[in-house]
């Protein structure tokens, strides 16, 4: 608190702890000090208590300055523009109400936006206006899915208030070295030092980074102390070799192959199988070759498959897991896992010199497509197969593939992200055209955003046919809330058709047109404010 | 009076919302979609057409020209003041021209500003005239002060009594009656028409139970009271200036005859306090010439806004009248000559010492004051243990925030803008500590509001 000087002239200092003193007690039970002749004892206490507690309050002095704080790193990036800073604290302001109940009217779902626009504040390099950060450490608090770009957004100030406050201390664990910069590739010294020195956390930033630019320089750090880990944090490193994964790594992970831990080895093998040219994918194609072939016995030609009729130690040596989950018979279980494993490249010279599109076509004998077709999808997914890919999602519009079929809408959601995002939108646009809605959320989902142009109308097409069909729009929430997220902007003007409220059908359910409309509006606004904003953050507003 | 080119800023007219809610609400209209044929006219009317869920969109006029503040007119259902519609509308406005561009008045807008500015100007013309009417029978008048004077006269002498039987009986045995005694004599206070005395008793009823040091505080407070008793029950010897200050204070309504200072005004806090009954706002503003720190004080009924509605960091050429009192920075906003605008300008600052020192000598004028407005240059914020200071930059002193402006979230904005480096805060220095309002960071940059 504020220290109170003593005046010169002032009794002695214990005068006023006297009158408190008498004052707590009662006067009847303490005479006061001092005390003027002709006043009752209580009110003479008054009157002194008065002069002393002014004299007090008037020779107040600051106190002694605590520890300051070690100011904030510098933040060279460029301040927001100014409409954007407004539009930031706009969205900011929007924090969703507690259960947040009710029909969703046609104002937009601000606090949905925000995403959005701290990746595109990113992608410009823009800096956090300093006095927004507090807000933006709460929304982020509340939220993890925004926690990596507000942190990235909010910069190095960001971190130094999380150290002030405990309630932002999220955002220190979130950042590598609690915010220290990591050292640059080129830096070997101080890499090397935090390698060895540094919290597991840190250590997992660094290698994850140096993969990021120089792979050997991490895997070489790596190796450098494999031995010494701990089983463990052997894993999590392995697992970071992912990023930027290539052939110089197969012999480090051949010898993981050996490693004690089960996990280890486990996850040592699919990054090897990730590998076409490795040793390991030349043993699956080996293994799983012989496993299947085309019998030309039979009229036409047919896929026959003859699952291994054991696991061993060479097997397991090389990641075939050799126990099967409950339920699964273990020699399609091992199949399974060889099929996975082995390079795609190398059924097209097994198989008669067939292009993946024919493989897939084949007939497949005693029940075994299910398995057989999940397998390769798993085995484009982990090896990036746009080809095989293709080949196993097939036509959008085939009449398979609407229902469930031998690929189910989560295989064909991963298969799709082996595409390139054009060749993605056209499929998922395709296969909405032809199965409208219901089962593309998940499709949808893996789609670039904004949405191209083939696919946004194709939305917006199903929407309307689904308008016209007579439903609730609360039926399709889910993708008309995507669509607020991922159309794009330019769309807008197309929908002006749409917000208008039609005239009821007879077999439509009662009142559907208006709460149509609205969702329309909604759609439609959000819409015109993502188009603002990217105007704002390019410092083209008004 | 035209307004161009100054479209406020969002926080503007957020600041406008009686409530969360509203902001909120608001907020949500604040984008293209909802509206059509929105507009605004150079005379400072923004309209717009508002789709709600009815069938017929709502009519929203808002005239920001008017000198008094922003009028607003909407043919929705809603008694919040102003609407959600008329926020939605004005955030719409300050964005940008794209969506209110420049425009003519279509005639339902134009109907309600007209009406509005002729009956201004009316009130205005009829208030210039017959300035004497109110005080049709100044005999009354004199007679009705009289017979107030005496009630309070009556209350400050049984409220003397009062705290000589508590000190009497010792202030440990006032912790045990609880608040139930304090309730009672400050509705004797209320009955006596002292509504200064009745707040102030109702304030000693909360402090037995506000923590370590109670005491200490308590007989502060009591004593302050039987200060202002006697200042009461004396006023007639004391000097004129230091007699309003009692007068005021006791809550006796003053008006604001002091002469009017014309200045530009920059708008340096404007922050709400609220009871269960009325919404206080208060407003301090500093001239640039005159270098006058001065407090607009504005009321509204529960839960809607106090009408006086200026944004922080803007100027406002206008002239002010202050209240009787010494000491007393209280004054009314008269005639404003132009729309509030961004300015550069920021109010000179002085050191924590200066500070202190200034809050000592206001005493001498008004001893019941609580705190005085000071802006403090090149302070940092420092965490001192559970508690924060404003440290300066240069010497080794810091006033410590009071115990409120810990919780506010405005301190982390403070903390946020310094980042550790020196900055400029304006703020209510008083015995309890600094509260800072508004906070400008070193180098350029707009002032950020904190409260």
């Known amino acids: ?542 | 009076m035209t307004q161009q080119g100054v479209r406020w800023g969002a926080d503007q007219v957020l600041a406008l919302a009686p409530d969360d809610a509203s902001r909120k609400a608001g907020s949500k209209l604040g984008v293209a979609g909802p509206w059509s044929q929105a507009g605004s006219s150079d005379e400072g009317t923004v309209w717009g057409l508002c789709k709600g869920s009815g069938s017929r969109p709502y009519q929203t006029v808002v005239d920001i020209a008017d000198a008094a503040g922003p009028a607003y007119k909407c043919s929705c259902p809603s008694r919040k003041f102003p609407c959600k519609h008329a926020l939605g509308l004005l955030l719409l406005w300050a964005a940008g021209e794209d969506a209110v561009p420049p425009g003519s008045v279509p005639d339902w807008a134009e109907q309600w500003t007209a009406g509005r500015r002729r009956r201004a100007a009316e009130t205005r013309a009829a208030g210039a005239s017959g300035a004497g009417s109110g005080a049709a029978d100044p005999e009354a008048a004199r007679r009705r002060a009289e017979r107030r004077a005496e009630r309070i006269t009556a209350g400050a002498t049984e409220l003397e009594q009062r705290l000589a039987d508590l000190l009497r009986g010792g202030l440990a045995a006032a912790e045990q009656a609880g608040y139930g005694l304090w309730e009672e004599t400050a509705a004797r206070m209320v009955d006596a028409q002292a509504p200064g005395l009745a707040a102030r008793v109702r304030e000693l009823g909360a402090i037995p139970s506000s923590g370590p040091g109670w005491p200490v505080r308590l007989l502060e407070e009591c004593a302050l009271l039987h200060l202002l008793d006697q200042g009461w029950l004396r006023r007639e010897r004391l000097p004129e200036s230091l007699a309003a200050t009692v007068r005021s204070r006791v809550g006796l309504p003053g008006s604001a005859d002091g002469p009017p200072v014309r200045d530009r005004w920059l708008v340096l806090a404007q922050y709400d306090t609220a009871d269960a009954k009325l919404t206080t706002r208060r407003i301090w503003l500093h001239g640039a010439d005159s270098g006058r720190t001065v407090l607009l004080l504005s009321y509204g009924a529960a839960g809607r806004a106090p009408e006086l509605a200026l944004p922080v960091g803007l100027a406002l050429d206008a002239e002010v009248a202050a209240y009787p009192g010494a000491g007393q920075l209280r004054a009314a906003l008269g005639e404003r000559f132009a729309a509030p605008e961004p300015t550069r300008i920021r109010p000179p600052g002085v050191t924590t010492a200066q500070a202190a020192a200034r809050y000592g000598e206001a005493l001498r004028d008004d001893p019941w004051l609580e705190s005085v407005p000071v802006t403090l240059e090149e302070v940092i914020p420092v965490p001192d243990g559970d508690t924060w200071q404003l440290a300066d930059a240069v010497s080794d002193s810091a006033l410590p925030l009071t115990p409120p402006a810990l919780g506010r979230p405005g301190l982390w904005r403070l903390v946020a803008l310094s980042g550790g480096a020196p900055l400029t805060v304006f703020g209510e220095c008083g015995h309890r500590g600094f509260t800072p309002l508004t906070a400008w960071p070193r180098t350029e940059g707009p002032a950020v509001a904190l409260c």
């Open chain 1, 1 to 542: 608190m504020i220290r109170t000087s003593a005046p010169v002239e002032a009794p002695a200092a214990g005068a006023w702890e006297e009158s408190v003193t008498a004052a707590l007690l009662g006067t009847d039970r303490r005479t006061p000090p001092g005390g003027t002749p002709g006043r009752e004892a209580p009110v003479a206490l008054l009157d002194t208590a008065a002069v002393q507690t002014l004299r007090r309050r008037a020779g107040l002095r600051p106190g002694r300055a605590a520890e300051r704080p070690q100011p904030a790193a510098p933040d060279p990036r460029p301040a927001l523009p100014e409409a954007a800073a407004r539009r930031l604290s706009v969205l900011l302001a929007d924090r969703p109400g507690p259960a947040g109940g009710g029909r969703r009217g046609t104002a937009p779902d601000l606090m949905e936006l925000l995403p959005q626009w701290l990746a595109a504040a990113n992608a410009h390099g823009y800096a956090a206006p300093p006095e927004a950060l507090p807000a933006l450490l709460d929304a982020a608090r509340g939220r993890t899915d925004l926690r990596p770009a507000a942190l990235a957004f909010a910069g190095p100030r960001a971190l130094w208030l999380a150290r002030l406050n405990p309630e932002w201390r999220f955002a220190l664990r979130a950042a590598p070295g609690g915010g220290s910069a990591l050292p640059g590739p080129d830096d070997a010294e101080r890499i090397r030092r935090l390698w060895e020195e540094g919290l597991f956390a840190e250590r997992v930033a660094l290698l994850a980074a140096l993969r990021e630019r120089r792979p050997a320089a991490g895997r070489e750090l790596l190796a450098a102390t494999w031995a010494t880990e701990r089983a463990e944090d052997r894993l999590m490193f392995l697992d970071s070799l992912r990023t930027g994964l290539g052939p110089d790594d197969e012999p480090f992970l051949e010898q993981a192959l050996a490693d004690r831990s089960r996990n280890v080895r486990a996850t040592a093998a699919e990054l090897l199988s990730a590998l076409p040219g490795s040793a390991l994918a030349a043993r699956m194609a080996d293994r799983a070759a012989a496993c299947v072939a085309v019998d030309h016995m039979r009229g036409t030609p047919t896929i026959a498959v003859e699952a291994p009729h054991e696991c061993d130690a060479n097997m397991e040596r090389d990641g075939v897991v050799p126990k099967a989950p409950a339920g699964r018979g273990e020699r399609s279980w091992w199949l399974g896992q060889l099929l996975e494993a082995a390079p795609l490249g190398t059924w097209s010279a097994r198989l008669g010199g067939r292009t993946p599109q024919d493989i897939v076509a084949l007939p497949v004998a005693d029940d075994w497509q299910g398995e057989l077709h999940a397998a390769w999808c798993r085995a484009a997914v982990r090896q990036r197969d746009a080809q095989w890919a293709r080949a196993l999602l097939g036509a959008p519009a085939a009449p398979g593939a609407g229902g469930p079929g031998a690929v189910s809408l989560a295989e064909r959601a991963r298969l799709l992200g082996t595409l390139d995002a054009a060749e993605r939108a056209d499929w998922v646009a395709g296969f909405i055209a032809a199965h409208g809605l219901s089962e593309a959320f998940q499709l949808l989902g893996v789609c670039a955003v904004p949405w191209a142009a083939p696919l946004g109308r194709a939305v917006v097409d199903a929407l309307n046919i689904a308008r016209d069909a007579g439903s609730y729009p609360w039926s399709f929430s889910g993708v008309m809330g995507l669509a607020e997220r991922c159309l794009d902007p330019a769309e807008a003007n197309r929908l002006d058709g749409l917000l208008a409220v039609p005239d009821e059908a007879e077999d439509a359910s009662p009142g559907a047109g208006g709460y149509w409309a609205e969702a329309f509006q909604r759609l439609v606004t959000t819409l015109r404010l993502r188009h603002a904003m990217a105007e704002e953050l390019a410092d083209r507003a008004g």
